[in-house]
């Protein structure tokens, strides 16, 4: 049995942690085991991953690359577990993978970029740079990743690994469901929705602020078609959010639904997906919204801009670019033929490349090209 010790920073409901319950679900039980090390945990989450047979191990808050008691808790779990593979993925989880990885002499140390790193500060930089020297690869979730990496930190592309995320192939809504949701939500039989999913931690990273601004413009210019725009989400800057429609007079057609832990329901009421972020690794929920047959308008940046095919399964626009987004919106929110073609591309492109049993199939080949090079049976 090949055991896996896979450290993460707080285990909430983003990306890197669905991305672990991925991993616990589909990874070869009969060949691999799996431990999860993360400074705070979600109960709800660490119920889900013991029913796939993986303890999760909480040590609390890590402060700093030099915060050497919660490396000695690091230690104690590799003295126990004995891990033939050390997997850290964001900033604090590669910290503590490559650290205790090297100094456990621990055979096959992985970290694994994912983010996109933009407000990274150089020192930042130079521990990236500095851990990625005692791994075996460095894992990167998008090919804008891997150019950080390249570019950026000058790593040798014989050490990185791309590996694109992968999401859950959604549960089938009924009909029923999703008009008990519009009727829930107010929306009309013939609104056009556009709809987006995400945190709302800071404006200046996902934007909505721009959507919201772009949704305004629309309304006013467009008032031939019923328009929604519909948020899911949560953070401290909803309110601000809410107080931006109200002051340009769209609060009625704006729908915030705070954060919601079953998003599939909801990707069935949107006609259009929309997310400016700033910058992105990855974008997890476009592709969740392409696994829905949506359309996709998304701003030209990080993995966003790989994931949608320009003109293909959607549009890309330049990001801050309220005037671009609001066009690309008005052009879908006008077309449903458009509409349908756009998300059946998406839809092809999805099933093919980000779906979470794809991303589990390049791990655990990542793993056992590694467990061969190291003659690890």
Excluded at 294 to 303: F, I, M, Q
């Amino acid at each position: 049995m090949i055991r896996v010790l896979n450290i993460i920073e707080t285990m909430a409901f983003g990306g890197v942690e669905r991305r672990r319950l991925s991993l616990a679900k589909h990874l070869d039980k009969a060949t691999f085991e799996l431990k999860i090390i993360c400074t705070h945990s979600n109960p709800v989450l660490v119920e889900q991953f013991e029913k796939e047979g993986v303890e999760v191990i909480t040590i609390g808050n890590f402060d700093s690359p030099f915060h050497w008691a919660q490396h000695r808790k690091v230690q104690k779990v590799i003295d126990d577990f004995k891990p033939h593979i050390i997997h850290g993925a964001v900033f604090e989880g590669v910290t503590m993978a490559a650290v205790n990885g090297f100094l456990k002499r621990i055979p096959i140390v992985l970290i694994e970029e994912t983010s996109d790193p933009k407000n990274r500060s150089w020192k930042g930089h130079l521990l990236m740079k500095f851990f990625s020297l005692v791994s075996d690869k460095v894992i990167a979730v998008s090919p804008a990743v891997v150019d950080y990496l390249t570019d950026t930190l000058k790593i040798s592309s014989k050490k990185t690994h791309l590996i694109t995320n992968g999401v859950a192939i959604p549960r089938e809504v009924s009909k029923a469901e999703t008009i008990a949701l519009k009727n829930v939500l107010h929306i009309g039989e013939n609104d056009v929705v556009i709809g987006s999913v995400g945190r709302m931690l800071m404006d200046s990273h996902k934007r909505f602020s721009d959507l919201i601004k772009s949704f305004a413009k629309m309304t006013h210019s467009q008032n031939e078609i019923p328009l929604k725009l519909v948020l899911v989400g949560d953070g401290p800057e909803l309110e601000n959010y809410i107080a931006l429609a109200k002051s340009l007079h769209i609060e009625d057609k704006v729908i915030f639904t705070g954060y919601q832990s079953d998003t599939a329901k909801f990707y069935t009421i949107f006609d259009v997906f929309s997310l400016f972020s700033a910058y992105e690794a990855f974008g997890l929920v476009l592709a969740e919204a392409m696994l829905h047959k949506l359309p996709v308008v998304a701003t030209r940046v990080g993995g966003m801009q790989y994931i949608v095919d320009d003109n293909i399964t959607g549009y890309l626009v330049d990001k801050y670019d309220v005037s671009q987004m609001t066009e690309k919106l008005g052009v879908l929110c006008k077309d449903i033929v458009l509409r349908k073609k756009m998300g059946e591309a998406g839809f092809m492109k999805a099933m093919q490349s980000y779906t979470e049993k794809v991303y589990v199939a390049n791990v655990e080949d990542l793993y056992k090209s590694l467990l061969q090079i190291k003659k690890i049976t």
